[in-house]
């Protein structure tokens, strides 16, 4: 026990250097940052200096939150317009003549067919439509997407059920995460916090953002793209949409979607070589180009209509099939414009229309206060848990404070490796370790102690004192960790803030408590070999 070879104390010596190291990031600015690694000499390697820093999360720099909330009639209603084309369409393939049309209804649609055999044929492509649902605990068996019923004289009512509309939004909102995530993504925003709470809502948290209004735009837009005609009149199978050209007055578009957004692969913005202003260019995958291609071909001379959200943002005439698989969208847009509409493009349409129904600025100086607060906490719980130690168990305690600095530092070189998002829970999380840490050492030397009571040597007992108190100490910290473990998956925002940091400090513990001071007592006892306890 009291024997380390040499081999050994470089090692931990070395790894605790590096845990240390990559925390001294975390204490400068990023213009201190940069201008560091700017005076480096270009012959030194720049990957051997951190770089990574602590995050700080919205409590702590300030920034904006948004709640988002689906919005079920839009989503019932596009639902409900899907379902009436998917009828279409097989009205189509079935060469079945509907009395009347297909009617659209509040949250479904309905369709008569006086004759029988007709009806016969077409009903069960139609029943195909009520997908099942499917239960993520049980399996098949929660119900199924639509109810389908007949009436005597020919009418068939296709109607979304409460389980379809439940499953849809819960799709909705978790297809509305990885978008929100990627258009954040694309704007540069350090450690967004992205998260779903309850079972319609989104929680957008962006630190360091001050304009809550355009974040508004970039994550409120649905930014659904299609590519269609220009109707030659407003009767028939069109849709009356508003015009950007036009200042707002409704223009006949075909419903018929050439091409859609989801056919994208890139989107940048651009400028128009002959007026110079501000343009989207984009690029299509090979699916979308072929589609593009042969709508194109198909409708020279013909005004085609770029709908983005159900405004006709341009509409260009095509004068020569357009085969390249790339094209440009203008419409007078400024550049913030043309360079948001890009992010939105690339990051791909939500899957419904999310509405505002929250908004709050944190501004910086109250996290400066907070952090202010977190720091006097730290410093005084830390001198306090320092001078109780020292005082109670002498040069041990001396060991176990070295130990206990090394363990926040360590704490935060791996949240910075990490760019952990730091909270004004972590802070809590990080003085509530400082007195767990020291704790394992309390467990260790109240053992040693009982070991030389017992009339053990002073060898002995410190061998005994760290074996048998090792069981102890990860059984606490292993029920630690369960609680922390769980704060971690089923809490959200502040508490997982906590938990990461608790969780790092619970690691952090068995290291220093043990191999650490384990290290520096048998480097102590060879020294000065003592003849009695010193406390």
Not at 7 to 31: D, M, R, Y
Not at 108 to 128: F, H, M, N, S, T
Not at 340 to 366: C, I, M, N, Y
Not at 446 to 467: H, M, P, T
């Amino acid at each position: 026990m009291l024997r380390f070879s040499r081999t050994k104390i470089v090692t931990t010596l070395a790894l605790i250097l590096i845990g240390l190291s990559l925390a001294v990031p975390s204490f400068f600015s990023p213009e201190q940052r940069k201008g560091f690694m700017a005076g480096l000499p270009g012959w030194f390697p720049s990957w051997i200096v951190p770089q990574r820093a602590i995050v700080l999360g919205l409590d702590l720099q300030g920034g904006s939150q948004l709640l988002l909330e689906v919005d079920q009639n839009e989503l019932v209603a596009s639902q409900a317009k899907a379902l009436r084309d998917d009828v279409r369409r097989i009205l189509q393939q079935e060469s079945v003549r509907a009395e009347g049309g297909i009617q659209l209804l509040q949250r479904g649609v309905q369709v008569r067919i006086a004759d029988a055999a007709a009806r016969e044929k077409v009903l069960p492509k139609l029943r195909e439509l009520a997908q099942p649902i499917s239960n993520p605990l049980v399996g098949q068996g929660a119900g199924r997407t639509l109810d389908i019923t007949e009436q005597p004289d020919g009418l068939i009512r296709l109607a979304l059920t409460d389980a379809g509309i439940t499953e849809r939004t819960r799709r909705a909102v978790s297809q509305g995460i990885e978008v929100i995530r990627r258009r954040l993504d694309s704007t540069g925003t350090t450690e967004p916090s992205i998260q779903q709470q309850g079972a319609d809502r989104i929680l957008i948290q962006v630190p360091g953002e001050q304009n809550p209004e355009r974040l508004e735009k970039l994550l409120g837009s649905t930014a659904k793209l299609e590519f269609r005609m220009l109707a030659d009149s407003p009767t028939g199978d069109v849709d009356m949409l508003p015009s950007k050209d036009e200042k707002g007055a409704k223009v006949p578009v075909e419903r018929r979607v050439m091409a859609d957004g989801g056919d994208l692969t890139d989107a940048q913005p651009a400028f128009d070589h002959q007026t110079q202003e501000p343009m989207v260019s984009f690029k299509f995958n090979l699916k979308g180009a072929q589609r593009f291609g042969q709508a194109t071909a198909e409708n020279v001379g013909r005004r085609m209509a770029i709908v983005l959200d159900n405004e006709v943002v341009s509409a260009p005439r095509i004068n020569t099939p357009i085969t390249g698989g790339s094209g440009q969208i203008t419409g007078n847009f400024t550049v913030a414009q043309a360079n948001d509409l890009s992010v939105l493009l690339r990051a791909g349409a939500l899957p419904a229309k999310f509405t505002v129904v929250e908004r709050r600025v944190v501004g910086p100086g109250l996290g400066r206060d907070s952090i202010q607060a977190g720091k006097l906490a730290t410093l005084v719980a830390g001198a306090l848990v320092i001078a109780f130690m020292f005082a109670t168990y002498g040069v041990f305690g001396f060991f176990a404070n070295i130990a206990l600095i090394v363990h926040v530092g360590l704490i935060l070189g791996l949240m910075s490796v990490l760019e952990a998002t730091m909270t004004l829970p972590g802070i809590a999380g990080i003085v509530l370790t400082i007195g767990t840490a020291v704790d394992s050492n309390v467990l260790i030397y109240e053992r040693v102690r009982e070991e030389v009571r017992a009339g053990r040597s002073i060898v002995s007992a410190l061998q005994a004192g760290f074996d048998k108190a090792f069981a102890t100490i990860i059984d606490s910290n292993s029920t630690m960790a369960i609680a922390a473990l769980i704060l971690f998956f089923l809490g959200s925002g502040p508490v997982k803030g906590f938990a990461v940091v608790f969780i790092l400090g619970i690691l952090t513990t068995v290291i220093t408590a043990v191999t650490l001071t384990r290290m520096m007592i048998a480097l102590w006892y060879n020294l000065a070999r003592p003849k009695a306890l010193p406390f």
